[in-house]
């Protein structure tokens, strides 16, 4: 049994990339091999910022290719399928032969057995699977061809002891990989996994990232136990640190405890999206002024610690300076200094935006039956952290700290809070705001972006949305449906219109409204695609609908989703197209005019009869339940209709002599069409 | 640890390099390496990499060293020089070579140690950083150097350069140097770093200019004259495009992104306005990259 080694060998690979080059190379290896028929016991991926390592074992050190018949094209086709199939497998005329089959005759040859020469195979093996990698983000470096994760420095291959030799682009594949020191770089031998672990090991480097994960865990998690300090940390964060080094060293730091006076959220940013450290917190989940690092050397003199913590104190001293001076600049008195804060050339400043918010404020209010007042602070204030140093500092936590100024100046908890929640959600995964002030603030700050920049034509394309106009949208509409909000979003959006005009703001555009109502429809449909719902029901239910009530839109969609494989959907559109084929074929076959109302005095048999009242009887049902419909109760009446409709068919034949009736009852079964296309588009919905 | 422990180990060490040492240590050893030591590029700007010995170089075929200290200009980073490490105006060393060499990590690394970083007592981290200028039309791939946690420089492949892919790539690397120094002097106030070994401090040479500045910046430019001085710096650039002349050009486009700086520190342009003013100023700089080019051919 003989083992491959691989170590692709760069300048430091980021974590993410790195993580899915391991298992992507590693898969493409193992699928290639397998095609060329050459087996293994087992196959393995490491890495390091620095190391990719591929390790298959278990290769026979000989394989044997047995005698195979292989089957070629059919005798009569084209004679480059017949050369395109010699030429792939190598063969001459001589070796090919016909033979009649249960399909037909074709061309059949037979292979010779063969000894693979497998440090040949690899040689084109390893290069071709290299080439075929794509990485999520590459780059190119001095005048090379080759697109890489990160500039590749050299390549070992080596099968059974034995250098597997190849060019990849401007290197050559060879046995020595390279250890830094200070100031030098030492080549080292190599002749297997084994002994290269060895090298590593010397130097202290853990090749093996489940092995680093452990090592760090374990010191993070003995830490915390010693200092009763609660041991969760962040999956992300641990996930990417241990991609970060190769000697890991985890370091327990420290800063001064009067950093704890400023917010959290600060302490936090700093240190684990600034810094990579791991923010400690007690058992009641406050957070203390311990922090883990995890070095990538061991901190013999003391310098790595001292080093980071003097890092930290740096920033978060700068942080407190400006948290003690924006802490206590009153919100309301700053709001004109949104006057000098430019929103966008023709949409005026946030001063002008905040002014609309409150107009909407009292409009939204209304709608969602709010307490005015609050709603109108919450929007006069909620832009104002946007000319604090903090935001100035900390853009990622802009609203979090316009929400703790409020509460240090004494705003009522829901006014504080809408601040920080109006910007949500602030991507796919992210919730939406549930509290109602910050709802109410959060649909009217969305509605004036909308409007602002469709006014202006500042329209998001397929390629280009720099306003993130789409994302606006999709927050807009979640937080509709997922709070089952009653809004009616076209009055809003044309009181916004009007409330711009009254800034004397110029739109260009004359169908706002119509194009963000548009707008809002298709982003719609694909955050209905996003939750699984079929595309032929978003299709039917969207094309019934003429209103912009989405939370109505989004709960058809579902019952019809989640009942559609069921008897009661089934029927329906089993009934429905049974009637509605019959009036396609019609239209199709003679062209004849179906646009009329059915008479009633044409009526022959009682089954036409039963279902004009039955139609009758469930347009009834809709003209009276309206507001208060409830679709389960609709899609029970629908496919009641069934009894009545399978008589019909049964006993009544369309196509009767008589013209006049048999025009009348195609425009019966249009009528029931109809009438059920005032739930649904059901023509839309694709068979049972 | 105690103090006596600190005084002792301090005795086993050489005293650490000042400022214009670690600049003149940099320049020896890049000078020496084969690269042309340039002297700063005499206009506002906000880093290094401004500079056209690094935008405009980084075009076109030719191999190309340099390295050169400059002055960067961050209106926004003004303390007033309060802040112990924040500072308006401060310095980098830069240096750009076209086509990275392979071996460019370990003279780097070599580097570090020239100017008292020794990397086998402290942990330098290559952090993954895609450096992007929007207003430069650039785009690099890198990483931020940590040394024990603090970003010492910047280290970036080219892959585009005024909208214009980079062939073949660059490598330019931006040190901080006060950082550096802070780090090397062991000193947690920029002010206090040794400027020279004659009792010069660096709060002797710059911190009125911080103070003066952080005022002007912050409070007193005149922003409706900055705006209209936007404007005509932006007319003549498109001017000296027609004309061909990419560097008289491109130092117009210089001067409208020093403008636009400065109204962002006065707090004038907002989120949105950002994105506007960013892409006019992209557009000179493009402009100019394309018409240095074809001055090249």
């Keep these: 049994m003989a083992e491959l080694f691989i170590e692709l060998l760069s300048e430091e690979i980021p974590a993410k990339l790195q993580i899915e080059a391991r298992k992507k190379i590693k898969q493409a290896l193992d699928e290639k091999l397998q095609k060329s028929e050459i087996y293994f016991k087992s196959s393995s991926s490491?890495?390091?910022?620095?190391?990719?390592?591929?390790?298959?074992?278990?290769?026979?050190?000989?394989?044997?290719?047995?005698?195979?018949?292989?089957?070629?094209?059919?005798?009569?086709?084209?004679?480059?399928?017949?050369?395109?199939?010699?030429?792939?497998?190598?063969?001459?005329?001589?070796?090919?032969?016909?033979?009649?089959?249960?399909?037909?005759?074709?061309?059949?040859?037979?292979?010779?057995?063969?000894?693979?020469?497998?440090?040949?195979?690899?040689?084109?093996?390893?290069?071709?699977?290299?080439?075929?990698?794509?990485?999520?983000?590459?780059?190119?470096?001095?005048?090379?061809?080759?697109?890489?994760?990160?500039?590749?420095?050299?390549?070992?291959?080596?099968?059974?002891?034995?250098?597997?030799?190849?060019?990849?682009?401007?290197?050559?594949?060879?046995?020595?990989?390279?250890?830094?020191?200070?100031?030098?770089?030492?080549?080292?031998?190599?002749?297997?996994?084994?002994?290269?672990?060895?090298?590593?090991?010397?130097?202290?480097?853990?090749?093996?990232?489940?092995?680093?994960?452990?090592?760090?865990?374990?010191?993070?998690?003995?830490?915390?136990?010693?200092?009763?300090?609660?041991?969760?940390?962040?999956?992300?964060?641990?996930?990417?640190?241990?991609?970060?080094?190769?000697?890991?060293?985890?370091?327990?730091?420290?800063?001064?405890?009067?950093?704890?006076?400023?917010?959290?959220?600060?302490?936090?940013?700093?240190?684990?999206?600034?810094?990579?450290?791991?923010?400690?917190?007690?058992?009641?989940?406050?957070?203390?002024?311990?922090?883990?690092?995890?070095?990538?050397?061991?901190?013999?003199?003391?310098?790595?610690?001292?080093?980071?913590?003097?890092?930290?104190?740096?920033?978060?001293?700068?942080?407190?300076?400006?948290?003690?001076?924006?802490?206590?600049?009153?919100?309301?008195?700053?709001?004109?200094?949104?006057?000098?804060?430019?929103?966008?050339?023709?949409?005026?400043?946030?001063?002008?935006?905040?002014?609309?918010?409150?107009?909407?404020?009292?409009?939204?209010?209304?709608?969602?039956?709010?307490?005015?007042?609050?709603?109108?602070?919450?929007?006069?204030?909620?832009?104002?952290?946007?000319?604090?140093?903090?935001?100035?500092?900390?853009?990622?936590?802009?609203?979090?700290?316009?929400?703790?100024?409020?509460?240090?100046?004494?705003?009522?908890?829901?006014?504080?809070?809408?601040?920080?929640?109006?910007?949500?959600?602030?991507?796919?995964?992210?919730?939406?705001?549930?509290?109602?002030?910050?709802?109410?603030?959060?649909?009217?700050?969305?509605?004036?972006?909308?409007?602002?920049?469709?006014?202006?034509?500042?329209?998001?394309?397929?390629?280009?949305?720099?306003?993130?106009?789409?994302?606006?949208?999709?927050?807009?509409?979640?937080?509709?449906?997922?709070?089952?909000?009653?809004?009616?979003?076209?009055?809003?959006?044309?009181?916004?219109?009007?409330?711009?005009?009254?800034?004397?703001?110029?739109?260009?555009?004359?169908?706002?409204?119509?194009?963000?109502?548009?707008?809002?429809?298709?982003?719609?449909?694909?955050?209905?695609?996003?939750?699984?719902?079929?595309?032929?029901?978003?299709?039917?239910?969207?094309?019934?609908?003429?209103?912009?009530?989405?939370?109505?839109?989004?709960?058809?969609?579902?019952?019809?989703?989640k009942n559609i494989s069921k008897d009661i959907v089934k029927n329906i559109i089993g009934t429905y197209k049974r009637a509605s084929n019959i009036i396609d074929q019609e239209l199709k076959d003679k062209k004849q005019e179906v646009s009329g109302q059915p008479e009633s005095f044409l009526f022959k048999k009682d089954e036409e009869k039963n279902l004009y009242n039955k139609i009758n009887e469930i347009r009834q049902y809709f003209t009276s339940t309206k507001k208060n419909e409830s679709y389960d109760e609709t899609l029970k009446i629908l496919a009641g209709a069934k009894v009545t409709t399978d008589n019909f068919f049964d006993n009544v034949i369309v196509n009767d002599e008589n013209l006049d009736i048999k025009k009348n009852r195609l425009e019966l079964l249009q009528l029931f069409c109809k009438t059920y296309n005032n739930f649904i588009d059901f023509s839309k919905v694709e068979g049972v | 640890m105690s103090k006596k422990n600190k005084l002792n180990k301090k005795k086993t060490k050489p005293t650490p390099v000042n400022f214009q040492n670690t600049i003149l240590n940099l320049q020896k050893f890049w000078g020496d390496y084969g690269c042309v030591i340039l002297q700063p590029y005499d206009m506002e700007v906000g880093a290094g990499t401004f500079h056209p010995a690094t935008t405009l170089r980084s075009l076109g075929p030719k191999s190309w060293k340099a390295a050169y200290v400059q002055p960067s200009r961050r209106p926004t980073d003004g303390r007033y020089g309060k802040n112990p490490n924040r500072l308006q105006h401060y310095y980098q060393f830069q240096v750009i070579v076209k086509p990275s060499p392979d071996d460019i990590k370990k003279i780097f690394l070599r580097s570090l140690s020239k100017i008292g970083i020794n990397h086998n007592e402290h942990d330098i981290r290559f952090v993954e950083d895609d450096w992007e200028s929007p207003t430069l039309g650039a785009a690099g791939r890198g990483w931020e150097v940590w040394c024990d946690g603090m970003e010492i420089t910047q280290f970036t492949y080219f892959q585009q350069m005024a909208g214009i892919e980079c062939n073949p790539v660059s490598v330019e690397l931006t040190y901080g140097l006060e950082r550096i120094c802070m780090f090397t002097q062991k000193k947690s106030n920029v002010f206090e770093l040794d400027w020279n070994d004659d009792g010069i401090k660096y709060k002797d040479v710059f911190h009125q200019a911080e103070k003066e500045f952080s005022s002007y910046n912050f409070e007193f430019a005149n922003t409706e004259s900055l705006l209209k001085n936007f404007e005509i710096a932006e007319n003549e650039c498109k001017f000296l495009l027609e004309k061909k002349l990419s560097l008289p050009a491109y130092d117009q486009c210089l001067k409208a992104s020093h403008i636009f700086n400065l109204l962002d520190a006065r707090g004038v342009i907002g989120v949105a306005q950002r994105t506007e003013y960013i892409s006019r100023i992209r557009e000179l700089a493009k402009g100019s990259g394309q018409c240095w080019l074809e001055s090249q051919k």
Excluded at chain 1, 222 to 250: A, M, R
Excluded at chain 1, 279 to 286: A, M, T
Excluded at chain 1, 322 to 349: A, H, I, M, P, Y
């Design chain 1, 46 to 561: 490491y890495s390091t910022p620095k190391r990719l390592v591929f390790v298959i074992d278990g290769i026979p050190e000989k394989i044997e290719q047995k005698k195979k018949v292989i089957k070629g094209p059919k005798i009569d086709a084209p004679q480059v399928a017949l050369e395109g199939f010699m030429k792939s497998n190598n063969l001459k005329k001589t070796n090919i032969y016909k033979k009649k089959i249960e399909k037909g005759e074709f061309y059949f040859a037979d292979t010779k057995p063969k000894i693979l020469n497998l440090l040949k195979e690899f040689q084109s093996i390893i290069p071709e699977t290299l080439k075929t990698y794509s990485w999520k983000k590459s780059m190119k470096w001095s005048n090379y061809s080759l697109n890489w994760g990160r500039p590749l420095r050299s390549i070992v291959a080596i099968f059974n002891n034995k250098i597997v030799s190849f060019d990849f682009f401007h290197l050559k594949s060879g046995n020595q990989t390279l250890i830094e020191s200070l100031n030098e770089e030492k080549i080292k031998k190599v002749s297997d996994f084994k002994s290269y672990l060895n090298i590593l090991e010397s130097e202290n480097i853990v090749l093996d990232q489940e092995k680093r994960k452990k090592i760090i865990l374990n010191k993070m998690n003995n830490i915390c136990k010693l200092k009763n300090l609660k041991n969760k940390f962040s999956e992300n964060l641990v996930e990417e640190v241990v991609n970060l080094v190769e000697k890991p060293n985890v370091i327990l730091g420290k800063f001064d405890e009067i950093y704890l006076k400023i917010p959290k959220e600060i302490l936090i940013v700093t240190m684990q999206q600034h810094q990579k450290y791991f923010p400690l917190f007690d058992e009641n989940d406050k957070i203390t002024n311990l922090f883990l690092l995890v070095a990538n050397l061991s901190d013999k003199k003391g310098y790595i610690k001292i080093g980071n913590q003097k890092v930290v104190e740096a920033r978060l001293s700068d942080a407190k300076f400006f948290w003690e001076k924006n802490k206590n600049q009153s919100l309301v008195k700053q709001v004109r200094k949104l006057k000098d804060l430019s929103f966008f050339n023709e949409l005026g400043t946030f001063y002008d935006r905040t002014q609309r918010l409150r107009k909407l404020a009292s409009l939204i209010s209304e709608q969602l039956n709010l307490n005015k007042e609050k709603v109108e602070i919450a929007s006069s204030i909620c832009k104002v952290d946007l000319v604090s140093d903090l935001v100035g500092e900390y853009p990622e936590l802009q609203g979090v700290m316009g929400k703790y100024f409020a509460a240090e100046q004494g705003f009522e908890p829901d006014v504080s809070l809408a601040i920080s929640e109006h910007y949500l959600p602030k991507g796919i995964e992210s919730e939406v705001p549930k509290k109602p002030i910050s709802i109410a603030v959060s649909l009217i700050d969305k509605i004036d972006m909308l409007v602002g920049f469709f006014g202006i034509n500042e329209k998001p394309t397929s390629s280009k949305d720099p306003f993130a106009l789409r994302r606006n949208a999709i927050g807009l509409l979640r937080t509709i449906i997922e709070n089952k909000l009653d809004v009616h979003l076209k009055d809003l959006i044309n009181y916004s219109i009007v409330i711009y005009g009254e800034q004397n703001i110029k739109f260009k555009n004359n169908s706002i409204t119509k194009e963000i109502l548009n707008f809002l429809r298709e982003r719609f449909k694909n955050l209905l695609k996003d939750k699984k719902i079929r595309n032929d029901i978003i299709e039917a239910v969207d094309v019934s609908h003429t209103g912009h009530d989405f939370l109505l839109l989004y709960k058809k969609c579902l019952i019809i989703n």
